[in-house]
Each structure stands twice: as C-alpha cells, then as structure tokens.
C-alpha cells in the first residue's frame, strides 16, 4: 500500500512545482496520472504484479507524471528508477531539461546519471598506447593510421588527461570516426577495474556514478543486453529496480532485433583460420605451461567448425537454384529446415561452444599472469583486445547456430530463419535467425522479476485497444497489469480540421494515383504556410517532387536531398519569414518531429501507412498467423498502420494552442470496413469528409 508518508512527500513536491514556476496550471490529467502510478507500484492493485500500461496523448505531462510517481516510492523502497528510452532526444531531454527541473523545483532529493554502453567510452590504457606510432602499435591497426589519425588520438589524451574531455564519445564535439574509436573504446576483455592501469577509465568512473544513482536513464538496447545477460549485470538487479519504458511502442521491435543473429559462411571460414594464430601467441606469452592444451585444442575446434562450415557453404551452392532463383535471399517455410542443414548446425553449435570454453580458458590464463606481475600488461593487452575480440565473434557464431539446430516449441510461433546471398569483394552467404514473438522472452526475463514497471507512450492502442501492444510485449489478459488511455487536454475539435477529399484513384492503382497527387496537391498546399506532405513511398515522393517543380514551380525541401537538420533550419527560416514552406518526407518524419505552432499548420499524408511484409520476419510472422486461421492483414497490417496514422496525425498540433488542417488523400478510409476504425481511433478533430 502507499504509505502516508510517501502520499504526503509526492503531493508535496507537486505543489512545491506549482508554487516555483510562474504560470503552472495543475492539469488534472497529469495529477490522475501521478495517483495512478504510484498506486500499482506500491501494490494497491495487485502485490504481484505492479505494472500499469500507458497511453498519454500529447500534452498530459507523462514525463513528470512517472517521476512525481515513482521516484519517492521507489527511495521509500530504496530501490533504483530505471527510466528507458527509444530515442536519444528523449534521454537528452531527460537528463538535460526533466530530471534538473525536477531537482530544483520540487523539493525532492535524489541523484540521476546517464547509463550508456560500455562501446560508448575510451579505454584510457588503451588511448594511452594507441598515441604511439611505433611498428608494435601500428600492428594492431587494420590499416596503417594516418598522420590525421594519430594527430587525433594526441588530442583526445590530452583532454582526457587534463580533464577536459569526460572520455564518452558522444560528448565529444566532432565525430570520431569509427576505424579510430573502435580501437581504443572500452571493451569487456581488457578493460577491467581491477587492473591497475585501467581502475580510472571512464567506463569504470561511470558505473561508481551509476551505482550511487537513483534514477538511472537508460536506452531500450542497453535494457536488453542487461536482461539477457540475466540483469543486474550492466544496471540494478531487476528486483531492486522500477523500469519506466518511455516510448515504449519501440520496445517489443528492438527486443526482436536484439535476439536475432547472424553469421557469414565464407567470412567465418576464414577468420576461424586464424584464431590458432592468436591461441599460440597466448600460450607462447604465457609462462605456464597450462596454455598449451587449450591452445592445441581450440586449433583442433576450429578446424572442426571450418569444415563443417564447408559443407554448409557445399549444401547451399547445390540448392542455389531453389534458393536464390527470384532473390537474394531464401526463407525456410514455417521456420523448417533441411535435415541435413540442421545437423551441421548441430555440430557447429557443439563444436564452437567447445571452442569458446578453451579460449576463455586462454584469457583467464593470460588475466592470471597480467595480475601476479608474470606477464607485463602492454605486452598482455594487444592480445588480450585480440582474443576479446575472437570470444564475441564465437558467442555471435554459437548463438546463431544454436538457433538453427534447436527444435521449435510446438505451443510457440517458430523462429523464423533465412540465408542471403552477399556481393561484395566476393560473393558470400548470410545465415540468419531471428524469433518472431518476443512477449515470452520479455515476460521470463524483465515483467516476472522486476519490482514494478510503468510502460508508456504516446501512440501504445491500435484501433482503440492495447491488445496489439499486449500480445507483443508479453503482457497477460489478466495479469493484474493496469491499464489507463489518458486523451491530450487540447481541444482537436476547435483547433484541427481532418479533411479526406475526393479522389478518382485509390493508392493500390499506383500509377494514377501518383498522376492524382501531382494534379491536386499544388491546390492542397497553403501559401505563406508551413507544409508537411508525407508519403509511405519514397519513389512516389521523388517523382511527385520532380513533376511538380518542374511543372508548378514549387519549391519543395524532400528528404534524403539534405540533411534532417539542414531541412528543418530552413524551413524554420522561410516560416519566420512568413514565407511558403513545403517539405516532402517519408514515414520517419511522422514520429519525433517537433514542429510547434506555425511551424506546422498544414499536414496533408497521402497514403495510409500500411507496412508490406517485405522482411523475412513479417513474412514469416503472417505465415504463422495464416497457420493458426488467422487473417495477417487485419491481425498485424491495420493495427500497425492505425498507430502509424496517429503517429502521423501527432505531427500537427503539439501545443495547446496550435491549429491547422490534416488532409488524408487515401479513400480506403471511406471506401474499406476497417476505414472507419482508422478513423474513430484518431483524436477527435472535426471532420470534413467529402462524399
């Protein structure tokens, strides 16, 4: 139950806001909000199962309604608040703006850090000893460094050493180009606290910040890897931790392609070939005598994985006909693969597991010796980076062989796997896998462990419904999770127009419905007006641009000719001026763009959103669906396209007194059964529909 105490301290710090910030209305949205969280994590609804979904419109004030309710209740239950985010503006405007403007106007006291990937810091040792520009340290560049290259890595030493420079690549003020950062970021293998050369790196200074924290701020990708490691790894164990998913619609997508893995034939081939080199260099280092078995026995695996590696490289050039005769890649039917197929996996799968065993054993060795003083740390460090390096290419490549020799659970859907055929220096095979549903995955490791969660976005109902979202993030019908649909306080039905005019064409006769676009928009769009013109197709965006610059003489900001950035300063610019402003973008210009007041006045979407299952994951996923009776297109196309089209429509009116007009040129809303479901699931802005 919610104490007392923790009521009173919230309430509190809520009038506290109030009274320190000039012009704060009290929305009642936020305030219910607030109540409701705080409720189902102190386990007023359910002791087993503090959960509660969340679909807050634009301008309830989510943000501050999930720290108001969760930040004092967890410090009351002195656990950590892990908040996670899609997107790196939305951690910006965490850490920057929501978490500080908490701190100072409510009177609670609590610390907050940024939790980023151990790939996002230097490894100082490592930086150290990449400075130098002798022949051992030019060895372990892929490619001989430029001048530029080492010019670079002096000067982030130096800022790094004089405490100018934090040692987190994203703070840096000019990328650092990848071929530099991959050799000197922190890795798992060599970059260890307790070793004495690297007790200081950023990393490491990161994660004692981290560990005094309250509020951790997190990525969904960082989330995943933690929980499959088995949590408590990377952040806060999961039953001593409070999750917030924020923009948690992304969740269940990165989660699948998080668990997914692949691998190259011929390229495995060949870097296996040369890992005895790396296990006889270790050994040779080594002053024990106990390197030398695993060394033997790790070349014996590898050459094991090689040739059965070769008769899967023989099985798929035999079936290259049945395989690749329309594409480049060949999905297996329902996930089943050939016998033979399946048990090279096997073998693989055993063999590289095998294989990881002795390498690791090589590591710890060499680890053991870097400790007792046998062994120098930058004589140890080059190959220590290097075995590093071959254990995450074995883990990757016993992960996706494992996929491919395990049996499907009949009760689930099937993994979905497929090969692509790769062209590049020369021609190569790429084995994939992924799973198709991953609510199981989420439910065994994070909803059944962690201590409470609050998932929330803007757009989490299709068809005015949570079940899509419910059945992707693994959530039961009724699991005791809560669920609350909150509208935006604005008034759509005053301030928005949604116009759906007559057209001849629907968009499935393309090539006159393109012809159609290009007679009616010039009359659609507004002079003197901002203009947002979306489209669900990037060649009828190119060739409606062309024509009607040609023809009307428009001119028109098209995505992908420039910059995000670059289009959205100039269209800025030209609304400042009070000047025409078109821009022509794709579906990513439907989600986060923030255009407020006349920035956006006239958003015209020429096609409804729907998703072709073009991916060998959609498509097997539909074929699962197709197996079980279901209908693919109204189980997963129109659920998806409807939070799409309020994703789109969101693009409009982003404060309370923004207006404009909202054009759908795509009949199907009038004319198909589910269009009027599309419809109904908008926000209620009055309509204008041209029959």
Not at 149 to 169: F, H, M, Y
Not at 202 to 208: A, I, L, V
């Amino acid at each position: 139950m919610l104490g007392a105490k923790t009521k009173e301290i919230i309430r509190n710090a809520y009038r506290r806001i109030g009274e320190n910030l000039p012009n704060f209305v009290p929305r009642k949205e936020q305030a219910y909000l607030i109540a409701e969280i705080a409720k189902t994590l102190s386990g007023e609804y359910s002791k087993e199962r503090k959960q509660i979904v969340i679909e807050a419109g634009t301008g309830t004030g989510k943000s501050l309604a999930y720290c108001m309710g969760a930040i004092p209740l967890a410090m009351s239950k002195q656990k950590k608040v892990v908040i996670s985010t899609a997107t790196v503006a939305l951690q910006e405007q965490l850490y920057l703006k929501d978490l500080p403007f908490l701190l100072s106007k409510s009177g609670l006291d609590f610390q907050y850090c940024l939790v980023k990937g151990r790939q996002r810091y230097v490894c100082k040792q490592r930086l150290a000893l990449a400075c130098h520009s002798d022949d051992e340290q030019a060895l372990l560049w892929q490619e001989k460094p430029k001048a530029s290259d080492i010019k670079l890595l002096k000067t982030l030493n130096e800022k790094l050493q004089s405490g100018k420079w934090q040692g987190d690549r994203d703070s840096w003020p000019k990328p650092i180009p990848n071929h530099v950062w991959q050799h000197i970021q922190s890795d798992k293998h060599s970059c260890l606290k307790h070793l004495s050369d690297h007790t200081h790196c950023p990393f490491h200074k990161s994660r004692e910040t981290m560990d005094v924290a309250d509020v951790l701020i997190v990525n969904h990708s960082l989330l995943l890897a933690d929980i499959e490691l088995g949590g408590g790894v990377i952040l806060s164990d999961p039953d001593e931790s409070i999750y917030i998913i924020d923009e948690a619609h992304h969740l269940p997508d990165i989660a699948r392609d998080h668990s997914s893995a692949m691998a190259t034939v011929k390229g495995a081939i060949d870097w296996l070939g040369k890992i005895s080199g790396t296990a006889d260099k270790v050994s040779n280092l080594c002053k024990s005598q106990r390197a030398i078995s695993p060394a033997l026995k790790l070349a014996d695996y590898s050459q094991e994985i090689i040739a059965d590696l070769q008769k899967v490289n023989s099985f798929i050039d035999a079936n290259q006909n049945a395989f690749f005769s329309e594409d480049k890649q060949y999905r297996f039917e329902n996930g089943i693969i050939d016998k033979n197929l399946k048990n090279l996996a096997e073998d693989i799968q055993s063999a590289t597991k095998k294989a990881l065993a002795e390498i690791n054993k090589l590591y710890n060795l060499l680890m053991e010796e870097v400790k007792d003083g046998s062994v120098q740390m930058y004589q140890a460090e080059p190959l220590l980076a290097e075995s590093g390096f071959e254990i995450q290419r074995l883990e990757n490549l016993e992960k996706i062989w494992f996929m491919y020799a395990k049996a499907d659970n009949e009760k689930a859907a099937p993994l979905a796997r497929w090969i692509e055929k790769t062209s590049g220096k020369r021609d190569d095979y790429l084995v994939c896998a992924s799973p198709i549903e991953v609510g199981f995955m989420l439910e065994d490791h994070l909803w059944s462990k962690c201590e409470g969660a609050v998932l929330c976005s803007a757009t989490l109902c299709a068809l005015n419904s949570f079940d899509h979202f419910r059945k992707q993030a693994g959530l039961g019908a009724n699991d005791g999770t809560q669920y609350a649909k909150l509208n935006s306080p604005f008034n759509y039905q005053e301030n928005a127009v949604l116009h759906i005019p007559k057209m001849d064409f629907e968009p499935n006769v393309s090539d006159k419905f393109t012809d159609e676009l290009i007679k009616k928009l010039p009359k659609l769009l507004k002079k003197q007006q901002a203009n947002l013109v979306l489209f669900s197709s990037y060649w009828q965006m190119e060739t409606v641009a062309e024509k009607l610059r040609d023809t009307s003489k428009l001119e028109i900001m098209v995505q992908g000719e420039h910059s995000r950035q670059h289009i959205l300063e100039q269209h800025k610019k030209l609304c400042d001026q009070d000047k025409t402003s078109i821009i022509f973008g794709s579906q990513s210009f439907s989600e986060g763009l923030d255009l407020p007041g006349k920035y956006l006045t006239n958003l015209i979407i020429t096609k409804l959103p729907f998703s072709v299952p073009t991916s060998p994951v959609d498509q097997a996923q539909a074929e699962y669906i197709k197996l079980k009776g279901g209908n693919p297109f109204m189980l997963l196309s129109v659920p998806d396209a409807s939070k799409k089209l309020i994703q789109s429509c969101g693009r409009l009116l982003r404060n309370e007194k923004d207006t404009g007009m909202i054009t759908i040129l795509d009949r199907r809303l009038v004319s198909k059964r589910y269009g009027k479901n599309l419809i109904d699931s908008l926000p209620p802005f009055a309509r204008n529909i041209e029959y």
